[in-house]
């Protein structure tokens, strides 16, 4: 389904303007995210940093609204009632791609619980492992969406589960450590909102691997046979 939305995309239906739309959408949350990586990791609090990651995000939620308002306007046409499955489609994808908006909003937020600079150890070197390795699977998400490539959105969905269960093992080894009250709160919150991001750039990309009603169900047996499939 998704190689047929992408078609829409790119023609001259009112569904082509949506696309652009979310294209967009996807562009400035993933620059959300890095900005609020920015801001959790530095040695001290980035007031203007933090602004822009507000800013942008006000962006993508009027980018949703204008999303939803033209799929409603599509889909009450006789015309639009073929591109139903479609539309259901890319009403998913878009709360999605909103939603890592909001949770870079939220990693931006934690530091105010710890204004210091993070420790330097174990635990922060993974956190910026992990950070690292979100940031680079969002950085192809475009690319493998736009392409349907089945075979890497494969791969990304298996290191990004690995990569949600990394941030779980984060918040068990805060529990186990000395840190301080405000250290151990804004390093789970920080874990945390890392790994929601990295679930909903999941489930965008289960689109290029999962028929419409098993969307955000990553069964990897499934995934492998889809792949063979092709």
Known sequence: MLKELLSIFRTGEPLA???????????????MTIVAGEVFFSDALQADARTTVYKTDVKVNKLERKIRKQVIAHLSLASGRSSVPYCLLLMSLVKDVERI?????NLAEAR????????????IQEMREIRREIEGGFAEIGTV???????????????????TRRCDAVVGRVAR???SAATATCVV??????????????????????????????????????????
């Open 17 to 31: 303007e949506m696309g652009e739309k979310f294209s967009k959408m996807l562009g400035l949350t993933y620059d």
């Open 101 to 105: 908006g909001d949770y870079a909003k």
């Open 189 to 230: 919150m920080g874990a945390r909102f890392y790994k929601r991001i990295a679930a909903h750039v999941l489930n965008v990309l289960s689109s290029v691997v999962m028929p419409l009603h098993k969307l955000d169900y990553y069964d990897e047996k499934r995934m492998a046979e889809v792949v063979d499939e092709d």
């Open 112 to 123: 105010d619980y710890h204004p210091a600079a993070l420790p330097d150890d174990e635990i």
């Open 177 to 179: 450590s000395d840190y």
């Open 145 to 163: 969406f736009e392409s349907s490539d089945h075979e890497r959105a494969v791969e990304l969905i298996r290191e990004g589960r690995d990569l």
